[in-house]
């Protein structure tokens, strides 16, 4: 509280020489909240003005004096302490559309701030050069096979996603050859990937560019964004990965590394959170060379700032990171609580034949999967079990032995067991058809 009370006597003092010696006090005016403080002298200050108060700077850096901490009403930035900041090497991102955690303004400057994000950036990209990993989506700029990639990468594992982007590539190599195929071979393309509405979204969005673009697509990321299912990160991936755009983009990884640069230790899945994180990915973006840059952040957070364990020692950027406890970042609001639910499905097998239904609902529109039990059934022998997730859900899935009986429903068909490979099943029901594999045949 003390040491408070002094900062704030040598910052007024400071000021006060300043008005003595005709040099302007300190203007600091928010691209965000717009704030001018009391004794600003913003119209006065000019380019004459500027050069003074580059050399103010200058003498409070020299003298030691605390930086400047302007807490707005609206913007609610907080405080850093001084020896925090110099612990962390000082702050990078002063020229953020907001106010980071306590404005070392006075000690920085500008100029300051610049070359630290330059650093940062060459960092960055001699670590990627020397580290990155070879992936396939990142040995091509074809606006198809990225876009591609990117739908496959959305909530799944960069190993699952390398066979299946391969095999989708030689199946439909461009915009129009997805665009001419049926959805059935587009979903059995894509099954087991899961989450079966980007392939139905890459699906439509190869028709909107075969038709709208010529079957290209052009640099254009208004056009992109446009896309069926391609959202603010996809479009900014696709412009800076296949154009090389200087387009912020924020997915988990970088999420991550940028939380933990800042110490933002509000959830990120806010609103408010979310628009820093894209503020600050923006700000740390250069000129040019976008694709190296996200790239290289992206890679960051998938290898070395992971979730447990950041392995901060062999960091890059270790100097210019403000994380004090990076394993709590970032924040997100509280899930909502998992809800049980149960799926009694019936196993039906007519002269080689297994009994499927295609579903016409949300969730796996399209798809097929066993029978649910018919209501008139009673005493099916349980053949297996097994859970497993879908979004905040815990679904316990139990397959009954049945005896054959004719289709109940128009959505209904007997598929040869030979044949099943051919048909888009939904993923748990895939699982349960190949692990009652043995019984093929069999009621
Ligand atoms: S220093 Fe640690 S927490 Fe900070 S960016 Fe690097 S790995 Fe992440």
């Not at 004096?65 to 609206?74: D, G, M």
């Not at 907001?98 to 070392?104: D, L, M, N, Q, Y």
């Not at 039990?373 to 815990?394: D, I, Q």
Request: glycine share 8%; charged share 25%.
């Amino acid at each position: 509280m003390a040491a408070k009370i002094q900062k704030n006597k040598d910052l007024k003092a400071l000021r006060r020489r300043a008005h003595l010696d005709g040099v302007p006090t300190e203007h600091t005016r928010h691209a965000k909240c717009n704030f001018a403080p009391k004794c600003v002298p913003k119209l006065e200050l000019g380019n004459e003005g500027v050069k003074d108060l580059k050399a103010l700077r200058r003498q409070a850096r020299l003298r030691g004096t605390p930086t400047e901490h302007t807490r707005h009403a609206k913007c609610n930035c907080r405080r850093l302490s001084a020896a925090a900041l110099r612990a962390a090497g000082g702050w990078p991102l002063v020229p953020l559309g907001f106010a980071p955690k306590g404005v070392p303004k006075l000690e920085l400057g500008n100029e300051g701030a610049q070359a630290r994000l330059k650093l940062l950036r060459q960092q960055l990209a001699r670590w990627f050069r020397e580290h990155g990993r070879d992936l396939p989506w990142r040995r091509t700029t074809d606006p198809y096979a990225i876009l591609v990639s990117e739908f496959m990468l959305q909530q799944t594992q960069v190993a699952t996603v390398i066979d299946y982007y391969a095999r989708w590539l030689v199946r439909f190599p461009d915009f129009t050859a997805l665009a001419s195929a049926g959805e059935a071979e587009v979903l059995h393309a894509w099954q087991g990937l899961g989450y079966y509405a980007r392939a139905r979204n890459l699906h439509r969005a190869a028709r909107h560019v075969a038709e709208g673009h010529g079957g290209q697509l052009p640099n254009d990321l208004a056009a992109i964004a446009a896309l069926p299912g391609v959202g603010r990160y996809t479009a900014g991936a696709v412009a800076s990965f296949a154009f090389d755009r200087a387009t912020p983009i924020i997915d988990a990884n970088i999420a991550r590394v940028v939380a933990r640069l800042l110490d933002f230790r509000e959830p990120i899945d806010t609103t408010r959170g979310a628009e820093i994180l894209w503020q600050t990915a923006e700000a740390l973006l250069p000129k040019r060379g976008g694709r190296l840059h996200n790239s290289a952040l992206m890679e960051l957070g998938a290898l070395v700032c992971t979730p447990r364990a950041p392995q901060c020692l062999i960091c890059p950027i270790r100097t210019h990171c403000r994380a004090e406890n990076p394993e709590s970042l970032p924040r997100k609001k509280p899930r909502p609580k998992t809800v049980a639910l149960v799926e009694d499905c019936v196993w039906l097998v007519r002269d080689g034949k297994l009994l499927l239904e295609q579903q016409t609902g949300p969730r796996w529109r399209g798809l097929w999967k066993l029978p649910p039990v018919p209501k008139a059934m009673h005493g099916g022998r349980l053949l297996l079990s097994f859970e497993y997730p879908f979004t905040n859900h815990r679904v316990t899935l139990s397959v009954y032995s049945g005896a054959a009986a004719s289709k109940s429903s128009a959505n209904q068909r007997w598929v040869s067991l030979s044949k099943i490979d051919e048909i888009a099943l939904a993923a748990p029901h895939r699982r349960a058809i190949k692990r009652l594999g043995a019984d093929y045949g069999t009621t």
